[in-house]
């Protein structure tokens, strides 16, 4: 894989007889080579993924969509052309990781948990990984993890695989080294007997217990991550939309 991506950069992009391009081969030992079957999966900047849809040798291949993978995971800066399964995606992001900071690890790790545990619920909400897994990713350089804690915490109470618990318990105590929120409550708290990782609730404290109460009401679900992503997303662009608007206002004032 090294070599095949180091040969491909080499190539001079303004050379006009051909286009550079990484092939996928498959050869069945004892058979003759013109019997192999190949295609390439990179041509110029862009890789086609559409076209494995008529290649079923490459498509049902393990190894050979093994080796697309990591190719993918090695240049995540080119396009590509046609659909990627969501089990491509997990794995392509799984690959990447080596290379990613320490808190993008986590977030890719914890969005890769999700989709394992529960891919159904994974799918719903977001196009893609693309857009999950920075918000994971900002809620842990932010330090609001309480939201991942519940939901691991809810993953390992409704009686998960005990792969899946242990995992969750590793998760976890990785979150435990994204908690400056408890800090900066020191700073900001309105109320220092409520330094709990939930800033200034020392007067709203009777209305969150009642929120919390009729939480506990509702009949369980299993647990999602998308669930709490999507209510990130939302107030995300709840505060881009009140920024937009703030400065409209100030601009008619002028």
Not at 170 to 196: F, G, T
Request: some cysteine; glycine content about 6%; proline content about 6%.
């Amino acid at each position: 894989m090294e070599e095949a991506v180091a040969i491909w950069k080499q190539i001079p992009p303004e050379r006009m007889n051909g286009i550079p391009a990484i092939g996928i081969n498959i050869h069945t030992p004892g058979t003759e080579a013109f019997e192999d079957v190949g295609i390439d999966i990179l041509s110029g900047k862009r890789f086609d993924l559409a076209v494995l849809e008529y290649i079923p040798d490459i498509k049902n291949n393990p190894g050979a969509m093994e080796v697309i993978a990591e190719l993918m995971a090695k240049l995540p800066e080119i396009e590509i052309d046609g659909d990627m399964s969501k089990e491509m995606e997990v794995k392509v992001w799984e690959k990447r990781m080596p290379d990613l900071e320490p808190a993008m690890q986590l977030a890719v790790e914890l969005d890769c948990f999700a989709y394992h545990y529960d891919a159904f619920q994974h799918d719903s909400g977001f196009d893609s990984m693309d857009d999950s897994i920075p918000l994971v990713y900002d809620m842990l350089k932010d330090g609001y993890t309480e939201d991942l804690e519940k939901w691991l915490n809810e993953v390992i109470s409704e009686e998960a695989t005990p792969e899946d618990e242990e995992q969750a318990k590793e998760l976890l105590a990785k979150l435990a080294e994204y908690k400056p929120l408890a800090k900066i409550e020191e700073m900001e708290e309105q109320n220092y007997n409520m330094v709990d990782n939930v800033l200034n609730n020392g007067a709203g404290e009777k209305a969150q217990k009642e929120e919390n109460r009729k939480a506990q009401d509702k009949p369980a679900a299993k647990p999602s991550l998308k669930a709490r992503l999507a209510e990130k997303k939302a107030q995300v662009a709840g505060q881009g939309r009140e920024q937009e608007e703030n400065i409209k206002n100030k601009q008619r004032e002028m």
